[in-house]
């Protein structure tokens, strides 16, 4: 069983939809969690720290259940920019520091 | 803002040639990686380094990887001889302090071994 599982995709929805993506992670001793932003054939960039309270920044609100070994992440009101592959990336307890990555969700926003 | 630079952005070698991938982290930053993309599949970890040393490997660095902190800024990978599984992305990336903080990642190089 992969260690973070994403549905990879792709999300083809207009402008202006709401748009959901799920991730299930194995390990429970996974600490910390993120969703990063990757364009194509660029670096993962960094969208937001995943919190036990859930947490929202602007149009994007992520949530963490971690009794289900959960994340999601929401995205409001969908732009074209917006269009991107979604990395679910999980830091586990006692590692280095190293992240885990899911394999990614391709969101297109189409006009 | 301060950024990780990677160069080269682009490198294709021959199978069995040595190739040096090389980042410079951001200047406060303690704790250095470098992770690969094959074409279509996840980013994976390769190697962590802290207190110029590694502090923790994955099954894909095996003997032909080398890190190195030459000096105060440069992080270097090293693939001794390179074969055409090695063709990828590779990302470096770094953070501050404290595991499980934000990692700030390079834009990259992209290496073709042929």
């Known amino acids: 069983r992969k260690e973070v599982e994403q549905d990879p995709g792709p999300f083809n929805v207009p402008e202006g939809a709401t748009v959901a993506f799920n991730c299930t992670y194995s390990n429970s001793a996974s600490q910390s969690f993120f969703w990063y932003r990757q364009d194509c054939r660029k670096e993962p960039k960094l969208l937001m720290s995943?919190?036990?309270s859930g947490n929202e920044d602007g149009r994007f609100t992520a949530q963490l259940n971690r009794a289900s070994q959960y994340i999601s992440l929401l995205i409001r009101d969908s732009k074209l920019s917006d269009s991107a592959t979604y990395l679910c990336?999980?830091?586990?307890?006692?590692?280095?520091?190293?992240?885990?990555f899911g394999q990614g969700t391709t969101l297109q926003v189409k006009p | 803002e301060p950024e990780v630079t990677q160069t080269p952005s682009h490198q294709v070698t021959q199978m069995g040639q040595e190739v040096i991938l090389r980042c410079v982290p951001i200047s406060n930053h303690l704790y250095f990686y470098w992770y690969r993309q094959i074409l279509g599949q996840k980013v994976e970890f390769l190697v962590s380094?802290?207190?110029?040393?590694?502090?923790?490997k994955s099954e894909i660095f095996d003997d032909q990887f080398s890190v190195e902190r030459p000096d105060g800024s440069n992080f270097t990978l090293k693939i001794r001889s390179t074969k055409l599984e090695d063709s990828a992305m590779y990302f470096c990336?770094?953070?501050?302090?404290?595991?499980?903080?934000?990692?700030?990642f390079g834009p990259g190089t992209r290496l073709l071994v042929l």
């Open positions: 990336a770094s953070h501050p302090v404290g595991l499980g903080e934000t990692q700030y």
């Open positions: 990336v999980v830091h586990r307890r006692g590692n280095t520091g190293k992240l885990i």
């Open positions: 380094f802290y207190n110029n040393e590694i502090s923790e």
């Open positions: 995943v919190y036990s």
